[in-house]
């Protein structure tokens, strides 16, 4: 990427005017966020006296945080999607490389088309898919279950972890694999002994890509589930955003929140992230 | 080597290793859409029976002035989604491909909105555009251009207020994307062109834009199929209001199943979401490969 910048030489005029040009869009474009914040620990009133001002000092209002947290249940959506993204983000890594293992690394006539069959899931737009889901989930008394919620956002982080774990194992040379078959490792072992421990750069890739996927997902909860208790967060939010009315900088407070989380994993993984991003468009 | 093949070629070890993903992805997927296509030839509220009523559910699809008005909104999301997030999003890429300081900061501050739940965004941004306290009135307001303060979220900016919000949320990932393919641009190539004297706009138009036009296909066809199924923002900050001027073809999709519990006719929009997004991502693919020939 620095190479770039050292063959294109820019006059230093044009160099300044598109320095400040980031800088003002940047501010632009963070501005929303850093007046959410301020705003999130005014008095409601104080908010309605003067949307755009700085909050006063003497008058900082962390209990605001303390009721979104505590009073409107953030917490435990916090909690609920918590659960729900670790443990789809488990299962999508254990079915996803077992499908690209056998799709790359064994060998059988129908493994591109197969591998095909499951790329073509990447464009399907979830809500064609949600009626029929619904309509089964309860038949089968899936619906408003932990469990309902993991089976789809687990199938539709498939598509992607596929893709990318295909490519990851392309990578890896036959002769690991030689070399542990000859001394006695079935394939299972191999797989379990070799392959795994070799995938985990990918899979933290994967797993930062699908977590946020599901952390974020708003639709497939929306549909699937019904009760206060067991809301995610997005659907939460979404649930409180009628009733705001005099608690508007809570609701502020509780969006701060919301946003923490996937902020903190991004720069704490962000080049895995963009990796994964940038692998899953690829294909798009 | 006969013991390799026959070690790799178990039948029954491929059998274990691809069944839990080929079992769940066609459950969840490729069933339901077909399912869908079934559902959409009934009449059903999921309390009395379902009747067959033949192609009945499409031919009222067709005649729902507010089905027509949401495939028009999306039509309108989609173009301007492209317009705002292709052309800005090139934009910074080129703008930060060439500068040398501060490039993490500004790749950080256009990227973080992506990562934010749509929950998050629709939530803050229906504040934004909110009339009485919003961000964008008490700004125009401090600043004495209270004439021309709005109802953001109104029948006549709403479309427009909902892609600005989404190219807020976007056009980060897509100068992502063309950041890595500009920088992927081998240094020959460059060089060569220099050395042919383009410069500036001519690298862009004659250089650049050329060698990273398969990374422009592929946001292409994201921002076409995202705008296709284009939910979040318009029920979190509109429910597809006011009057039905933002509604999508997914949230008609989203209120006729859900909310009105009209599951065939939801199904019938459904099944034309899913062969309007085939179409498509099978037209721009056949276009976009033909035109890279050329090159």
């Not at chain 2, 251009?145 to 979220?153: C, R, V």
């Not at chain 2, 006011?242 to 509604?247: G, I, K, L, R």
């Given at each position: 990427m620095k190479v770039f910048a050292k063959y294109i030489k820019l006059s230093p005029v044009a160099k300044v005017v598109i320095f400040a040009f980031l800088t003002f869009y940047s501010i632009l474009t963070l501005f929303p966020l850093i007046w959410l914040v301020y705003n999130s620990v005014k008095t409601n009133n104080d908010f309605l006296a003067n949307p755009f001002g700085l909050p006063q000092l003497s008058k900082l209002q962390l209990k605001n945080y303390y009721d979104a947290w505590v009073t409107m249940g953030i917490q435990r959506f916090t909690i609920n999607s918590l659960i729900i993204s670790s443990v789809s983000v488990i299962f999508s890594l254990i079915i996803s490389s077992m499908a690209a293992y056998a799709i790359e690394r064994m060998i059988w006539r129908s493994s591109q088309k197969v591998l095909n069959y499951f790329l073509?899931?990447?464009?399907?737009?979830i809500q064609i898919i949600l009626i029929p889901l619904f309509i089964n989930f309860k038949k089968l008394n899936l619906l408003d279950s932990r469990i309902g919620l993991l089976i789809p956002t687990v199938a539709f982080a498939l598509p992607t972890s596929i893709f990318i774990l295909t490519g990851f194992y392309?990578?890896?040379?036959r002769e690991l694999e030689e070399a542990a078959l000859l001394d006695g490792c079935s394939v299972y072992k191999i797989f379990y002994k070799i392959i795994l421990p070799l995938t985990m750069p990918a899979f933290v890739t994967i797993a930062v890509f699908n977590f946020l996927g599901a952390w974020n997902d708003l639709l497939i909860p929306l549909v699937l589930i019904q009760t206060p208790e067991k809301m995610t967060l997005p659907v939460g939010l979404l649930n409180f955003r009628g009733m705001y009315g005099a608690e508007l900088t809570k609701m502020f407070a509780a969006v701060v929140i919301s946003a923490i989380p996937s902020i903190i994993i991004y720069f704490v993984l962000q080049d895995k992230l963009l990796k994964g991003m940038i692998a899953g468009a690829v294909k798009g | 080597m006969k013991q390799l093949e026959k070690a790799f070629g178990n039948k029954l070890a491929i059998a274990i290793f691809i069944a839990p993903a080929l079992i769940l992805f066609t459950l969840v997927i490729p069933l339901p859409i077909l399912h869908s296509f079934y559902m959409s030839l009934f009449k059903w509220d999921m309390l009395s029976t379902m009747t067959y009523v033949g192609f009945e559910n499409y031919k009222e699809l067709f005649s729902d002035g507010i089905f027509l008005s949401s495939i028009w909104h999306t039509i309108e999301i989609t173009v301007l989604s492209l317009i705002f997030q292709v052309t800005l999003g090139l934009f910074l890429a080129l703008c930060i491909v060439n500068i040398t300081k501060g490039r993490k900061y500004f790749q950080n501050a256009f990227f973080i909105p992506n990562i934010l739940s749509s929950a998050v965004i629709g939530i803050l941004w229906f504040f934004v555009y909110n009339y009485d306290f919003g961000l964008i009135n008490s700004i125009l307001k401090s600043i004495g251009?209270?004439?021309?303060?709005?109802?953001?979220?109104s029948q006549k900016y709403v479309i427009l207020a909902l892609s600005i919000t989404t190219c807020w949320q976007w056009v980060g990932y897509h100068m992502i994307l063309y950041i890595a393919a500009i920088s992927g641009i081998s240094q020959d190539i460059i060089e060569a062109a220099i050395v042919d004297g383009a410069q500036g706009l001519k690298m862009v138009t004659k250089i650049i834009i050329p060698q990273i036009r398969p990374v422009l296909r592929v946001s292409i066809v994201l921002i076409i199929t995202g705008s296709l199924k284009y939910f979040d923002m318009a029920w979190i900050m509109t429910e597809g209001g006011?009057?039905?001027?933002?509604?999508t073809i997914a949230t008609y999709i989203y209120r006729t199943a859900f909310n009105k519990l009209q599951y065939g006719l939801g199904s019938a929009a459904s099944t034309f979401l899913f062969v309007v997004s085939i179409l498509v991502t099978v037209l721009i693919n056949k276009f976009a490969a033909k035109r890279e020939e050329v090159y």
């Open positions: 073509s899931g990447i464009m399907v737009p392309k990578t890896i040379p | 251009l209270d004439s021309l303060q709005q109802e953001w979220l006011p009057d039905f001027a933002s509604e």
